[in-house]
């Protein structure tokens, strides 16, 4: 029975009627609950139809959610709302007394930092005595969410009274807006997981019997950090160009190579941070000499023959390494330009190409290269400079 | 001139009236630490209602009210507001805090304590009798929340923290509960079937010590300024005739009447200073008079032209002690329907 007169009910309502009022009905379902941003999402779905927007109870019952989850000026629009919506003097009366009260509890503080888009902690003590529970609740609350560090600058609603905000005097008062600028708290590096792109320029060096005649050249590289939780992961691509001593004079070694890494933060210090990563490299490493001999229609290389000939092919090696590294970024902020240092110690392990040509003033001269004489091992450092920019 | 009580002229004292509500008897007349600001009740009996006034010491009183949000009901959004109900008990905190405390109904017609536009104890239960302790730290009231009357303290700092119970005497209600002048401690009635006795918590994490034992009835007591004192009200059982007695604030100490016959006032006896107290002694003869009493026993009306006096409300100040006070009318008036305020001042020898 008591089904069918609830269809009846409803059937007398239009379905538009009916719709809102089933987000009204949920969202009172879900404030009972304490899950006031899924209240706050209901009823703006029930205001968003044409008869919930007449409905100065929803947008009374949104004034209150609103102040509830901090947003002190969308409590006092929808208690605005909520007046001009008002069916009865009774609910004039009650939508009015809301309005005041948050006009004549609170203030609005906006904060900021010396620069946009800086992430901080904002910690806010009460400095005057406040004799209502429910603000000192509001306050509690507030408090807890702004532990977390925030993207600045941010706007809230605070009691009227004076504070300290991040150890800055600020005093709220009735209906106004407060601006403060305040100092950067709660540096939380994780907190910065954002993308770094990094550009580096230092030197680098082979070292080992199969880069005889090598000597230190410049190094660069480009690559892109990401962190990860507490994770770093990163992918380079590389270069160094060595001068190499030859019996015929000095000539330059080229390599290139592709850099895959995953380090931790290993210690923190402020900005600073120092990683400590392992890194896989791919690279193409040149100039590695080789004794050959033979006729110029094609000749023989390895080691210990009498050379006529000196021969450098490029080899593929795969390079592990360790990368230390200490970088000094602003951490709390979302975009930043930061530098650092690297220190790569690496070993390449390789294979020559067993034959090839190799170019001799306008000729190319094809070689073998003898089976044994095909791996080599090396080891590498290289030193870098690395600007990083951080958004 | 000066007599040995009081200094001011012999025939009469100068008496201000400074408000009356029509169809309501005044009452409860209360002031500020400093002085400057008065509360006082209108009680409605023929609809029983009790508002609550704040005003200055010459009138212009402002009616105190629950905020209407605070009868308000959150998750049901609008409903019914308009509801009329009792608002009283008003006590001031120290003047730094420049607030109050009062008890008033709520939609469910129990009774809930606000301190401005907040409730600061809202609780199934009727929740009254708030006194602030002088240093404005604490606020003791009476509660029925368990189901007996029992005390319970806020702490003034944390006030969004639940009241602690302060008190649970076994078959009794606790309540009437005033502070210490040094806030430390804090004197308060058992109400209980043998009679209601003084009892007195020497401090706030004490156990309370009983301070009378008879089968009459023991109400309202109040601090001597110095807190060496207590004075209050008692009657023998199954009289409706109350004294004022004074005694030392120790347990076993022998109570002494200063007063037969005195008209109870909600708040306790006034001290005027260390060493005397004002009363409304309950003589028709006299029109119930203001009288002053030491604590040696000696007694002296106040010149005052007002009759049907009740419920005193005593101050010091720079010049003197400013008193006000609720009474039928003055004895040449032509108004004596319902109870009036008036206040007057006083210079002390």
């Known amino acids: ?391 | 001139m000066c007599s040995a009580l009081w200094c001011g002229p012999a025939e009469a004292l100068e008496v201000r009236e400074i408000a009356h509500v029509e169809g309501a008897h005044l009452q409860s007349p209360s002031f500020s630490e400093d002085g400057t600001q008065l509360a006082w009740e209108a009680n409605f009996h023929d609809r029983k209602v009790l508002h609550l006034y704040v005003g200055t010491p010459k009138g212009a009183g402002q009616r105190v009210e629950p905020p209407v949000r605070a009868r308000s009901s959150f998750s049901k959004g609008f409903e019914g507001t308009g509801h009329e109900g009792v608002a009283h008990e008003l006590a001031w905190a120290p003047r730094y805090l420049n607030a109050f405390v009062y008890s008033a109904t709520n939609l469910e017609d129990d009774y809930d304590l606000y301190v401005g536009t907040a409730a600061i104890v809202r609780s199934p239960g009727a929740d009254g009798g708030a006194a602030w302790s002088p240093d404005g730290g604490y606020i003791v009231f009476a509660s029925a929340r368990s189901g007996d009357g029992d005390l319970y303290l806020i702490d003034v700092a944390k006030i969004e923290e639940p009241p602690r119970q302060l008190t649970s005497i076994p078959r009794a209600s606790e309540l009437h509960a005033t502070w210490s002048p040094d806030s430390k401690g804090l004197a308060f009635v058992a109400h209980g079937t043998s009679g209601d006795n003084l009892w007195w918590l020497p401090t706030l994490d004490g156990a309370p010590v009983q301070l009378t034992n008879a089968k009459g009835s023991q109400l309202h007591p109040r601090f001597s300024p110095d807190g060496h004192r207590i004075a209050y009200y008692a009657n023998a059982p199954g009289s409706e005739q109350f004294s004022l007695y004074v005694m030392d604030v120790k347990p076993g100490s022998t109570p002494r009447r200063l007063l037969d016959a005195v008209i109870v006032d909600s708040h306790g006896p006034a001290w005027l200073d260390e060493v005397s107290l004002l009363a409304v002694a309950d003589e028709d003869d006299a029109f119930d008079p203001v009288v002053r009493v030491t604590v040696a026993g000696e007694r002296s009306n106040l010149p005052l032209d007002t009759v049907g006096n009740r419920d005193l409300a005593v101050v010091r100040t720079e010049t003197g002690v400013r008193v006000a006070w609720c009474a039928q009318g003055q004895r040449d008036g032509l108004k004596r329907d319902f109870r009036r305020l008036y206040t007057t001042e006083l210079s002390l020898p």
């Open chain 1, 1 to 391: 029975m008591i089904a069918l007169f609830l269809g009846l009910a409803l059937a007398q309502q239009s379905p538009s009627e009916a719709d809102y009022r089933g987000h009204v009905d949920q969202a009172r379902f879900f404030v009972r609950k304490g899950w006031y941003a899924d209240a706050a999402a209901e009823l703006e779905l029930a205001l968003a139809d044409e008869n919930g927007r007449l409905d100065g109870s929803a947008w009374y019952l949104l004034s209150e959610i609103r102040y509830r989850l901090g947003d002190i000026e969308g409590a006092m629009q929808a208690a605005d709302r909520a007046h001009s919506n008002s069916r009865t003097d009774e609910e004039l009366e009650l939508a009015a007394g809301f309005s005041a009260w948050l006009r004549d509890q609170f203030g609005l503080v906006q904060v900021r930092t010396r620069f946009d888009g800086v992430q901080s902690a904002v910690e806010i003590e009460l400095q005057t005595l406040i004799l209502d529970p429910d603000l000192k609740l509001y306050l509690k609350d507030l408090g807890g969410r702004l532990a977390e560090p925030a993207t600045l600058p941010i706007e809230f609603g605070l009691p009227v009274g004076t504070y300290r905000i991040n150890d800055r005097d600020v005093e709220v008062r009735p209906h106004e807006t407060t601006r403060a600028r305040i100092p950067v708290r709660g540096a939380a590096p994780e907190a910065l997981q954002v993308t770094e792109l990094e550009a580096s320029l230092g030197v680098g060096l082979w070292a080992g019997p199969a880069a005889r005649g090598h000597l230190p050249g410049p190094a660069g590289r480009i690559g892109v950090t990401q962190p990860v939780g507490p994770w770093v992961l990163g992918l380079a691509g590389d270069w160094t160009t060595r001068p190499l001593s030859t019996p015929d004079g000095f000539r330059s070694a080229t390599d290139l190579g592709a850099a895959f890494r995953v380090g931790v933060e290993a210690v923190r210090f402020r900005d600073a941070a120092i990683r400590a990563a392992l890194s896989g490299r791919v690279a193409r490493i040149a100039g590695l000499g080789l004794p050959c001999t033979g006729p110029a229609s094609g000749v023989a290389c390895a080691q210990g023959v009498t050379p006529t000939v000196w021969a450098y092919p490029n080899s593929l090696a795969v390079v592990p390494g360790l990368e230390l590294s200490a970088v000094v970024l602003d951490r709390r902020r979302t975009t930043a330009i930061g530098w650092g240092v690297r220190l790569i110690g690496e070993a390449a392990v390789g294979r020559r190409p067993g034959s090839g040509s190799a170019r001799m003033g306008p000729d190319e001269i094809p070689f073998t290269i003898d089976d044994v004489d095909q791996p080599f091992l090396l080891g590498g450092l290289r030193v870098l400079g690395t600007v990083v920019w951080a958004r």
